[in-house]
């Protein structure tokens, strides 16, 4: 072998050794010389949503799209849906043991991991989709999650906002605390554990698979998202009676886990590539959801006769109850209780600011309404 394609050979050995300790495979492709080879990274990313659903769906279709692009084609990302590869339910593990890169879900689906993962989703009658923001970003809240994270092997991001959701779809009106005895709902994170304390049944489901168990009477009650997320699924088909607002998730964020390894893989600027496209979606998505929910609420109401109601004051004042012990029970000791603690003072400022500000302005916009 002449001296040129032994270097070659010796080059692209290094790259492979190099795309191995990321996970990720590789490929070589216009190489100019023997000496010179592009590598490209493909990565795979699991999902916990149903295959073509818009809003959380894109939201990850998005992220794969524009990585790959900023890249210039050097990483590319195949986004499988839940059921694809793995179940929703298995996409963390996938993620920590390297069947796959990276997950697309919502955290609080890992509460079995951690009590303190719903806080970086939404917990009931906490932040709101941009107090959320607020904390992780600033107020020390992602620093927490890379330590919670971190003790599964995950590096994990902020990468969609569904912002207020709501309360969900009941097959029954709720008139009084007496219609949640018994009742079987599907809720995850610690708005089941709020539903438990008001005497229902949380159930867990995937998105896929809340229709069916609504159409065969496995549950009475469901909540998923919103307005445009929510009429894709045809929920309103067997439950036409659709409570807000949603105590439970007042702003919901979803988020990208990464392999911890793969990520430490990447070059600094792949890492920034991918660290940034997720806050851009994760802003994106939060103004789409918006409007989308607004207009999909009135296509539900107007052309499918669904019934929009409000929870009891009663009701609503025992969930606000359980949700404070649902949420102290959550951080009682270690990682856990830092987290709660973090998030708890967090609230309390931006609560303090969201009463000389956002509440006032909406309660004046509407006098004259």
Not at 56 to 69: F, Y
Not at 344 to 363: C, F, Q
Request: charged share 20%.
């Amino acid at each position: 072998m002449d001296r040129r394609k032994l270097l070659g050979a010796l080059s692209l050995g290094a790259a492979r050794v190099t795309l191995a300790a990321c996970g990720a495979s590789e490929s070589n492709e216009g190489v100019s010389s023997p000496a010179v080879v592009k590598k490209r990274k493909r990565l795979i990313m699991v999902t916990t949503w149903p295959k073509g659903l818009p809003g959380l769906g894109m939201a990850a279709e998005r992220i794969a799209e524009e990585v790959e692009k900023l890249t210039d084609g050097s990483i590319s990302i195949r986004v499988q849906a839940a059921g694809e590869l793995v179940p929703a339910f298995q996409a963390f593990d996938a993620v920590r043991d390297g069947t796959a890169h990276m997950y697309h879900g919502a955290e609080y689906y890992w509460k079995a991991k951690s009590s303190a993962f719903p806080f970086f989703t939404a917990v009931p009658f906490g932040m709101t989709a941009q107090e959320i923001m607020g904390w992780i970003d600033f107020g020390g809240g992602q620093q927490l999650w890379d330590e919670l994270s971190g003790q599964h092997g995950i590096k994990a991001f902020q990468a969609a906002n569904t912002g207020h959701q709501m309360g969900g779809w009941f097959k029954k009106e709720i008139n009084s605390l007496d219609d949640f005895n018994g009742l079987k709902m599907r809720i995850p994170g610690q708005g089941g554990d709020v539903l438990r304390a008001l005497g229902g049944s949380a159930v867990a489901l995937s998105g896929g698979e809340i229709y069916q168990a609504l159409q065969t009477g496995t549950i009475d009650a469901t909540e998923w998202v919103g307005p445009w997320n929510d009429s894709f699924l045809g929920f309103h088909q067997e439950a036409p009676y659709y409570y807000g607002p949603g105590f439970h998730e007042p702003g919901a964020s979803l988020a990208v886990g990464m392999n911890l390894k793969t990520w430490e893989g990447l070059t600094p600027y792949e890492q920034a590539v991918i660290k940034n496209t997720c806050q851009s979606v994760n802003h994106l998505s939060l103004g789409e959801f918006t409007y989308q929910n607004s207009v999909y609420l009135q296509k539900l109401v107007n052309e499918h006769g669904t019934q929009l109601r409000s929870f009891p004051e009663d009701v609503v004042k025992r969930m606000e109850e359980a949700a404070k012990d649902v949420r102290a029970e959550s951080g009682r000791d270690g990682l856990e209780k830092r987290i709660y603690d973090s998030f708890e003072t967090s609230l309390k400022s931006m609560r303090a600011w969201a009463n000389v500000s956002d509440g006032p302005y909406y309660a004046a916009r509407e006098l004259n309404n």
